[in-house]
């Protein structure tokens, strides 16, 4: 039960300073940890505000500091598996260095909800952001906006190169593809992402890239919403004809609902069709057959992001690259071509 609910007021900084017996200046220098003070005075205020409960305002502190000790996540499509691991990450590596997160949900496709996301996070005093919105409108409403503190967008994209921080979402994408050629398919089809999503354009792009490389013949991209039911859907009208050998899915869930609607037609994957997906969600290695997938390091992500906004741990200034290589995870949905 809280305190306000019992009517008693929380414990305040002049509360501490009574029970440890100094000024309320000298508690507020023990919580912004200033050097004047001696020990044994910084661990009788400690001892004072555990006895007390004491909790200090952050946002009062931080209207004294400048500080908020807080990172801001402006974030879209966070219950999916890709922005999920992002933000657990960041929350992470933020702990590990003292810091805060706060997360702002939005919907990126209404450009207020941006712009409130945005104000709500300012009004926080974060400092510093990251950008987990893998939409293209999100990064041009950025663009628009002067932000005054560090931040970090985790999309691979030229619109705003200065604060890119990304897994290179085209060479996992080639990995995915060459893997396929290399296992004699010629008759290729990709499941892509929706339109405007950097990371759908990103893998969409790598595998054209690498099926032109090869000159294997393409067929357009097929633009899917991420989800399994659209695999799913997507397998059955492509069983209809069935030209082709292998399919590359720009999500592991994609992949599922295509692995189902083969089963559903008596196929086998993969003597009949392989199937590559792109995430290695936790799951991946229990479908059947497990699957061959790209897997990203979103710990690496979320430790390079706190990085990029806070600078080094140390002070060996070792320059941090801000593209992380992903790799190709084989297991057992790919396998050689068979004739159609």
Not at 66 to 75: D, V
């Amino acid at each position: 039960m809280s305190d306000d609910a019992t009517g008693r007021r929380p414990p305040s900084i002049r509360d501490v300073a009574r029970l440890a017996d100094v000024s309320h200046q000298t508690v507020s220098r023990v919580l912004n940890h200033h050097p004047s003070i001696r020990p044994e005075t910084r661990d009788r205020v400690l001892e004072a505000m555990e006895t007390l409960n004491y909790r200090p305002n952050r946002a009062a502190r931080a209207l004294v500091t400048s500080r908020s000790q807080t990172i801001g996540i402006l974030a879209s499509g966070s219950t999916m598996y890709g922005p999920a691991s992002s933000i657990a990450s960041i929350e992470a590596a933020a702990r590990a260095r003292g810091y805060w997160v706060s997360t702002a949900n939005i919907d990126a496709s209404d450009p207020q909800s941006i712009i409130d996301g945005l104000s709500h996070l300012m009004a926080q005093s974060v400092e510093g952001l990251v950008v987990i919105a893998p939409q293209v409108r999100v990064v041009r409403a950025l663009a628009q906006h002067r932000l005054d503190i560090p931040y970090v967008t985790l999309q691979s994209t030229d619109l705003d190169p200065d604060h890119t921080l990304s897994v290179d979402q085209i060479a996992g994408a080639r990995l995915a593809t060459k893997h396929l050629i290399s296992l004699g398919h010629r008759s290729i089809y990709h499941i892509a992402g929706p339109q405007d999503w950097i990371e759908a354009e990103a893998r969409m792009r790598g595998f054209l890239e690498e099926m032109g490389a090869n000159d294997v013949p393409v067929t357009p991209p097929i633009l899917g919403d991420w989800s399994a039911n659209f695999g799913y859907y997507a397998g059955r009208e492509l069983l209809r004809v069935r030209d082709f050998t292998a399919i590359f899915a720009a999500n592991d869930q994609m992949a599922l609902g295509l692995m189902h609607a083969i089963r559903d037609e008596r196929l086998d994957v993969p003597r009949d069709i392989s199937i590559v997906g792109f995430d290695d969600i936790p799951e991946a290695a229990h479908f059947w057959p497990p699957l061959t997938t790209v897997r990203q390091d979103f710990i690496e992500l979320g430790r390079r992001a706190v990085e990029l906004l806070l600078g080094p741990l140390d002070d060996a200034g070792s320059v941090m690259t801000t593209t992380i290589t992903p790799e190709l995870v084989v297991r057992a949905s790919a396998g050689p071509a068979q004739p159609i």
